[in-house]
């Protein structure tokens, strides 16, 4: 079946710090990926997505490459800011039908 | 401007009463989700609509119905409320204009307590 694996949080950084935030999956086909922003007491925000083998979503500052050889789908900003504090949450969209499949989801801290 | 709202946003109930969340998109979306929240768990699927009078279990359905007798809402209750049910939920929607490629919106969550 399909599967979202995401790195284990929480992860806690300095301001303008260097994020990477793993993210691979496991699925029949060609699915498209996502990934979701959840900030504090909300609902979730599309951050980025791709929807084919070496598509690169970027939003924010914000980058991901869709990678089918490693099936991964990495999350990275080259300097983040406090507001970047959220939890982040990769996911996949079957080829077939509109259903998505989310990762445990990692909370990101950021400090002045 | 479109949007995906909630009701409640917050609920407090006892163990074994019937509860219904109310979902309301004014996307015009074909597509309607209801989701769970729970540490360590991400979210879950649990019903799902692509259209009017259609509806899908999810993986944890258990316990839950949904209805959707028009485009707009997709109303979730849960038949006898558990304390096994406490959680954030949430409700999406979707266009199915490209399938396999089309963004989920979501709401803001209703957080139920069951006591």
């Known amino acids: 079946g399909n599967s979202v694996t995401q790195m284990e949080g929480p992860v806690t950084l300095s301001e303008e710090a260097f994020l990477t935030i793993n993210c691979t999956y496991t699925a029949t086909g060609y699915p498209s990926l996502f990934w979701y922003v959840q900030y504090p007491g909300e609902g979730l925000q599309l951050l980025l997505k791709?929807?084919?083998?070496?598509d690169k979503g970027s939003n924010k500052g914000f980058e991901a490459t869709y990678r089918k050889e490693t099936t991964s789908f990495h999350l990275e900003k080259g300097s983040v800011q406090v507001s970047d504090s959220a939890v982040y949450f990769c996911a996949l969209l079957r080829t077939s039908g509109s259903r998505l499949t989310f990762g445990e989801g990692t909370q990101l801290t950021v400090n002045p | 401007d479109a949007e995906i709202t909630q009701s409640p946003r917050h609920k407090i109930t006892e163990t074994g009463r019937q509860v219904t969340l109310a979902c309301h998109q004014t996307?015009?979306?074909?597509?309607m989700f209801w989701y769970r929240q729970d540490l360590g768990h991400g979210l879950r699927l649990i019903h799902y609509?692509?259209?009017?009078?259609?509806?899908n279990k999810g993986e944890v359905s258990d316990g839950y119905s949904v209805s959707r007798s028009n485009t707009e809402d997709l109303p979730l209750t849960l038949e006898s409320a558990a304390s096994s049910q406490t959680s954030v939920y949430f409700c999406?929607?979707?266009?199915?204009?490209?399938?396999?490629?089309?963004?989920?919106?979501f709401g803001p969550g209703t957080r139920l307590t069951v006591l």
């Open positions: 999406a929607s979707s266009e199915s204009a490209v399938v396999g490629t089309d963004t989920q919106y």
């Open positions: 791709a929807t084919k083998a070496d």
């Open positions: 996307w015009n979306h074909n597509n």
């Open positions: 609509s692509y259209g009017v009078q259609d509806t």
